[in-house]
């Protein structure tokens, strides 16, 4: 197919590259470097995680935050300029005057930068993990593997959100700034600016926050993972937050909705916008 010629190139193209090797040697240190933490100060570490009795699960709920994290910010970085920066260079009117519809370009785009992120991606997460079970004494193969998938769907739904960002963009400047900002509102600082607003303005927590703060791919995600570290281990299920409303909306079809909305609808958007602008 067309889109797997755009995606091999992609993805080829990238591991070629000195950025690809720094990505994974980033992502290596920063995940042997979370997980060492959690095992150097393991009992310090469960004691804020004081729900939790299994070291093991404790590591992997540890260290799924700030990895999550770091995926999204990489994400922004190795995405925001797969369209607009070829359309700028020129390189994209040699790609589609060869057999490739724009369609492929975008879908092409989504799967190898997804690839690229991946990779180092979870080969990191498994050496991390492995060395703070090496250093804990324990071995989360079930709770690992969760993260693992999780990751994997978070990281495929950034790159699709980045991609069609990129794809609307009519200049690299535009992308940079759509991208980041969005990194900054949704990821660093949505979370604050609800529970400012939830401080100052209701009385309590209204039960539609609950999807309000649950918009950001990283806090849907997160949602998810409690839910299935709560079904497939010891990890307690109170800690789901869906547990805390009794609207009908209240369950982790909400979340996964909400991922799939960003998966799907920039990518699509993007798409829409790019099938119809001139190169």
Known sequence: MSWQVVARKDFHDAIRSRM?????????????????????????????????????????????????????????????????????????????????TRGDVV??????????????????????????????????VVPAAVLILGMILLSVTYVSLIVGISAVADSTGVATAVAVGYFIVFELTWGLIFSLVQQFVFEGSPEWMYIVLRLPPSNAFSELLNVALATLT?????????????????????????????????????????SRSDL
């Open 20 to 100: 690809f090797w720094a990505l994974a040697a980033i992502f290596g240190v920063f995940s042997v470097a979370v997980a060492g933490f959690f095992g150097y100060y393991t009992d310090g570490m469960m004691e804020t995680l004081p729900m939790l009795e299994d070291v093991g699960l404790g590591l992997v709920v540890f260290v799924s935050s700030p990895v999550s994290l770091f995926v999204t910010l990489v994400g922004v970085i190795i995405c925001h300029k797969s369209i607009i920066g070829e359309r700028e260079s020129g390189s994209l009117r040699i790609l589609l005057s060869l057999p490739h």
């Open 107 to 140: 879908f092409g785009k989504i799967v190898g930068r997804s690839g690229v992120l991946l990779i180092p991606a979870i080969a990191s997460l498994i050496l991390g993990v492995a060395v703070g079970g090496v250093m804990t004494g324990t071995a989360p």
């Open 234 to 274: 010891d990890y307690p299920s109170e800690m789901v937050g869906a547990n805390s409303i009794d609207a009908f909306y209240g369950t982790p079809v909400t979340a996964l909705l909400i991922l799939l909305f960003w998966l799907i609808v920039p990518a699509a958007i993007g798409y829409r916008q790019f």
